[in-house]
């Protein structure tokens, strides 16, 4: 099959099946010798599908590469599997816990601002020209990511004083 009928199949666009050729997680298919089209077979399809539902999951290329790999060794231990997917959910029972955390202070500020006014005197604008204090910080760092490291961003403490 044609580029297009595997991304039709798949439910993703052409660009996407060519991304993951390109990051080495779908191999790369035949190329036909007159037109250079590329021709995909069910294997690659399979492969596709098995790619997408890790994305998902939010899984990071590594971890699906990982994972991929644990395919071809039907026979290997799945201990490391587990382990993968034990980190995996860690790391995501912390972005959940991060974003529970920025609601309330984004709550918070909202809280600010409760009717329809000027912005000279919106409370919001107000309390974010303040000037950092001790309680103003970053989030704690994300538990370690097969995918490596991630980007803090400074955020409000939901029990900022005024």
Known sequence: MKIGE?????GCPVETVRYYEREGLLPAALRDSVNNYRHYDHSHL???????????LDMTHEEIRVLLQARVEPD???ESINELIDAHLHHVQARISELKALEEQLAELRGHCQTAQATRDCGILRELDQPADAEWHAPAAAPSHVAGSRCGHESIPASRKH
């Open 6 to 10: 595997l991304a039709k199949q798949v």
């Open 46 to 56: 399979e492969r596709l599908l098995f790619i997408r539902r890790c994305r998902a």
């Open 76 to 78: 290997a231990s799945c």
